[in-house]
């Protein structure tokens, strides 16, 4: 049995602490300085507040902030689930204390522009701390609460070394939690990333045009569906080189347009509700979904001064950007996705 | 404005006169030998029985299939909506009477083995018919009751030659009709023939795991999506050498599962309902699945004994041909999506 620690009592990295545990490792789920009533409540009641299951005692322990150095220091695998806003703090205060050998699984999903380079979060972490530490992740279609409730999810276990993954499936999998490994790193960290802002995309056409009971609207959403898929599969080809990761891509687009947060904000803005407005109301959570379309469709500007790209090949992207940021009414470009 | 004429009173041909004489087009809706009790309905009140929307008088005329060949020696495009079963039919006896220069646009989906290879329909038509005609296709994510209500709708118009494509398009296209135009002919009919198989394999899941107030249980729905993509994109590059119609998958897939035929009888069987039973609940409805499924399935296990590809790559489809022809209960091969 092995000794993992879960850094950030987030709702992904609380609920990966239950496969886990059944496997018999020893968890210990470390909250960073954000999570400390997180850690108060499961510390009290053994039970986790958002998913009102127990953790497994003879397992299972909780612990704060000024603990994770400690049980890093001593853990076989350290698992990374801070929020977007959390990677330097884990690049600068966590990843050097990895021991030799251990890898890190990360399970915060973002794309950052570093020096003109749009790259994932594993790879700014990697250079931000200067470690050699080896940095995995999971991305794929999770809705955290039914991997809680033993729903069968399949998703992507990811990193360059396949010993590495190899070692980490078996901790991790269970008879309903199952990994696709793959060697495609970089693939699977932009195809997560961009699906949020995609997802927002698809989820306009929610609020444009709710479905009745005799029209589902079905067509509107495919037709979005399908240029996600034609822009997430060029941007993938630009970021990495290669669209091998798309199936990821798909399907977490699909579970994030039926069970995400970020269906919400699609459906109100598709339903006329100003941007600002929209993001006031969801203040509250992290919607990476619009940093993730702010950083790409600038990026894409900037390639596209370059001469590298045409914006014209990205016209929903842009249009999300342009409502977001720009707060411009919805008005989907559809003759654009045909051209 | 043209003359069209479409062969087959189905749902995706009538659906699509629509569109057309919207435009200002004469067209013909001409129906097959089964199609005669649907004519006489048009012809007596106008409207589609299955749509209940009224034809515009001034630009549609009915007729039975007596009238077919005269009408197509005169039509500037002749459109094939005919069903499975009536593309010999509509090789021998219609597309012989096409004038020289004019294109036909199939709308009939399916995949055929002929002398080993596994080939699309408007490459088995035109190989059967020995003529010469250029036969391009529509396929993608289509509800066709919607595209009747005039909801904005994505679809693939695809053929050999991109200036057919462009003067296609210009007939049919319309402010919510939306035409994405691709050489990539083979592969968007390999892509949505496929989708109907894997649409049954995602729908298993909503048998299998009724969603419930609490809990959607998307997390199996979206892996079985995620398995369809990898499988899909692997029987594109086998048939076809290239993915780059994956996203008429993705997008006919995502349609499917939510609005198609397909979903029956995958919920059905997922609940329990033994492939039999299952089939004869549904026999009065094309289900082209369940041909495709066959096909597509043979094929693989002849090309696997020649060794060039391996059936454990395609554990989902192998599990649906068990299904359907083996008369096997359903039990989902997890572990084998992720290896």
């Given at each position: 049995m092995a000794e993992i620690t879960v850094v950030g009592a987030g709702m992904m990295g609380s609920a990966l602490v239950y496969p886990m545990s059944e496997n018999g490792h020893k968890v210990n789920l470390a909250g960073t300085a954000l999570d400390r009533d997180m850690i108060d409540a499961c510390k009290k009641t053994g039970i986790h507040p958002k998913y009102g299951r127990a953790y497994d005692k003879n397992t299972v322990s909780f612990h704060y902030a000024d603990e994770i150095r400690g049980l890093v220091e001593k853990s076989d695998l350290v698992v990374c689930?801070?929020?977007?806003?959390g990677i330097d703090y884990f690049a600068k205060e966590?990843?050097?204390?990895?021991?030799?050998g251990v890898p890190v699984v990360s399970l915060t999903k973002g794309l950052i522009d570093e020096g003109g380079d749009l790259i994932d979060y594993p790879t700014y972490m990697k250079n931000v701390s200067g470690t050699g530490t080896e940095i995995c992740a999971i991305g794929g279609p999770c809705i955290s609460g039914e991997l809680v409730q033993h729903d069968h999810t399949v998703v992507a276990l990811c990193g360059t070394n396949a010993e590495t993954l190899k070692y980490i499936k078996s901790l991790i999998e269970t008879p309903y939690y199952h990994l696709w490994l793959t060697t495609d790193l970089h693939g699977v960290e932009a195809a997560v990333a961009l699906k949020n802002v995609y997802a927002l995309g698809v989820s306009l056409s929610m609020g444009l045009f709710p479905p009745e009971a005799d029209n589902g609207h079905l067509n509107p959403q495919a037709g979005l569906f399908g240029q996600s898929v034609r822009e997430m599969t060029r941007l993938l080809m630009l970021l990495?080189?290669?669209?091998?990761?798309l199936y990821v891509c798909a399907s977490d687009l699909y579970v994030t347009v039926f069970g995400g947060r970020t269906r919400k904000i699609g459906t109100m803005l598709g339903a006329g509700l100003p941007a600002k407005e929209a993001k006031d109301t969801l203040?509250?959570?992290?919607?990476?979904s619009l940093v993730i379309a702010e950083r790409t469709a600038l990026w894409l500007k900037k390639m596209t001064d370059k001469g590298v790209v045409e914006t014209g090949d990205f016209p929903l992207l842009m249009h999300i950007y342009d409502i977001l940021i720009g707060e411009c009414a919805v008005n989907l470009p559809w003759k654009a996705f045909s051209k």
């Open positions: 689930g801070v929020n977007s806003f966590v990843l050097p204390f990895v021991r030799g990495t080189g290669s669209a091998e990761s203040k509250d959570l992290t919607l990476e």
